[in-house]
């Protein structure tokens, strides 16, 4: 039998001030916490459109085409900047991009402790 678990999804506050324009990002985010084989899917057909299907990609066009295949694939709502951006692809604070990727994997990372937390509760104590 499978273990209930918790809710796979986390909302959370956004308060950037974008370093080229000046903009300030702000809005509640929720996301993914793990992703579905089929969003794991979508994910990487998308990484791949970005990519273009480089054989050798750069490191910038890499990092580029995985972070926003991953923000695609892990945000379920979002503020309506991030909606009129398209989803940021049309963004031009890129260091905003970055730091709402780094809170998706901190909520992750977070999202996981717990989960792990709940596996050690439940696992039968050895006898002595």
């Given amino acids: 039998m499978y273990a209930t678990l918790p809710k796979n999804e986390v909302t959370f506050n956004f308060h950037e001030v974008g370093s080229q324009t000046g903009i300030v ?7 993914k916490c793990i992703l579905s084989i089929s969003d ?3 994910l990487e057909l998308e990484k791949t459109r970005l990519m273009a299907d480089y054989a ?3 490191n910038g066009l890499a990092g580029i085409a995985i972070t926003l295949s991953t923000l695609h694939a892990k ?10 951006l398209s989803n940021g692809y049309s ?3 890129e260091d905003v ?3 709402l990727y780094d809170k998706c994997v901190e ?3 977070k999202w996981k402790e717990s989960l792990r937390e709940m596996g050690a509760k439940s696992e ?5």
């Avoid at 990002?25 to 996301?31: E, K, N, S």
């Fill in 25 to 31: 990002y702000d809005g509640q985010f929720t996301v």
């Fill in 40 to 42: 794991k899917h979508v």
């Fill in 56 to 58: 050798n990609p750069s």
């Fill in 75 to 84: 945000i379920i709502d979002s503020p309506q900047w991030w909606k009129d």
């Fill in 91 to 93: 963004m031009l604070d």
């Fill in 97 to 99: 991009i970055m730091k």
């Fill in 107 to 109: 909520v992750e990372n």
């Fill in 124 to 128: 039968p104590k050895a006898n002595p």
